[in-house]
């Protein structure tokens, strides 16, 4: 029988140890914190808390976007991790799963979804980290990392990208927050998400407002 404590000991050590040199917003301090809101929303859910919380650590072992959009690696790295832990088939297809499809992106796919009470509660955490003020230095600090322009008033939004057209995009940092961070309020799954993010979806209009205006020379 799996002990379930050693295991999320030791699966957040090699989470620790594999994302090291991440880039600043996919790094483990983002997996702490999807972590912790997803221990805080589960509270509420009627969810495998052990699921949500190996879910939560493995979900970003290996985002696609560092691996030249590869989308197989990160769920083959957490399954050769799983098993030397001697977890269960079932709870390794259910982590595969939620790496699968917890993405934005992967809304953007016409393909059939998985679902399970567990991804909605890590998928709401995830989310909760890309929006807030958070939400909004990852953006940017991704954007540099990318080496993006800020902001051309020139380049619309693109507000019906397919799945590719989203993983190709090179649209400046700004575009982003319409493309994909304000929209995020309206796709939480959990009450307790869709209430955090209330506060955060806010913040960010609230904050693109005062970025429009002194971009426009408005006080």
């Known amino acids: 029988m799996t002990d379930k404590d050693s295991v999320l000991k030791n699966t957040e050590a090699f989470v620790k140890k594999t994302l090291k040199n991440s880039e600043g917003g996919h790094d483990w301090f983002h997996i702490q914190r999807v972590l912790n809101n997803a221990k805080l929303i589960a509270k509420t859910e009627n969810v495998d808390e052990f699921i949500v919380a190996l879910g939560a650590l493995l979900h970003d072992i290996a985002d696609a976007k560092f691996y030249d959009g590869d989308e197989t690696i990160g769920p083959k790295m957490a399954r050769e991790f799983l098993e030397n832990?001697?977890?269960?088939?079932?709870?390794?297809?259910?982590?595969?799963?939620i790496i699968n499809f917890i993405s934005f992106k992967s809304s953007l796919s016409s393909i059939t979804k998985f679902t399970s009470a567990e991804l909605d509660v890590i998928q709401d955490a995830d989310r909760l980290d890309a929006i807030g003020a958070i939400g909004i230095a990852r953006c940017f600090n991704y954007g540099g990392f990318k080496n993006r322009a800020l902001y051309d008033p020139e380049i619309a939004p693109n507000l019906k990208m397919t799945k590719e057209e989203y993983k190709k995009s090179t649209a400046p940092t700004i575009n982003h927050f319409y493309e994909k961070l304000l929209l995020l309020k309206d796709k939480m799954n959990t009450k307790t998400g869709k209430q955090i993010a209330t506060n955060r979806h806010l913040f960010m209009k609230q904050f693109l407002d005062q970025f429009h205006n002194e971009w426009n020379g408005i006080s």
């Open 85 to 97: 832990e001697q977890v269960d088939e079932a709870t390794i297809l259910h982590i595969e799963n």
